[in-house]
């Protein structure tokens, strides 16, 4: 079992910067494909970004590719989501998310075995 906890989240002009953290329990993150993923209100979870357990094969929504990069540390069990030149449209609750059972990362939901509470991103124009 894997608990995520995201955090970073928050109000944040366009054009602006965030960073959002995402810290799972247990001893075998290393080895798990990690996403990340998004809602808006009236919409369905979508996919932005998703990285493999050594980090090497990354993998990005076109929506964000140039703007957001996904990272992951694993001696902190933590992973890591860079979002730069923010725009109203990114608005959304964004969710991480951990997948235990495939080597390259995945871009839909039901790939993801665990998920955090998410947090709230806010872009204002």
């Known amino acids: 079992q894997v608990q995520l906890v995201e955090s970073g989240g928050g109000l944040v002009q366009a054009g602006g910067s965030l960073r959002l953290s995402c810290a799972a329990s247990g001893r075998t993150f290393s080895s798990y494909t990690m996403g990340w993923f998004r809602q808006a209100p009236g919409k369905e979870r979508e996919f932005v970004a998703a990285?493999?357990?050594?980090?090497?094969?990354?993998r990005y929504a076109d929506s964000v590719k140039g703007r957001f990069t996904i990272s992951r540390d694993n001696a902190k069990n933590t992973v890591y989501l860079q979002m730069n030149s923010l725009k109203p449209e990114d608005t959304a609750v964004y969710y991480c998310?951990?997948?235990?059972?495939?080597?390259?990362?995945?871009?839909?939901?039901?790939?993801?075995?665990?998920w955090g509470q998410g947090t709230q991103v806010t872009v204002s124009s």
């Open positions: 990285i493999s357990w050594s980090g090497g094969n990354r």
């Open positions: 998310a951990a997948d235990d059972s495939t080597v390259v990362p995945g871009t839909s939901t039901y790939e993801y075995d665990y």
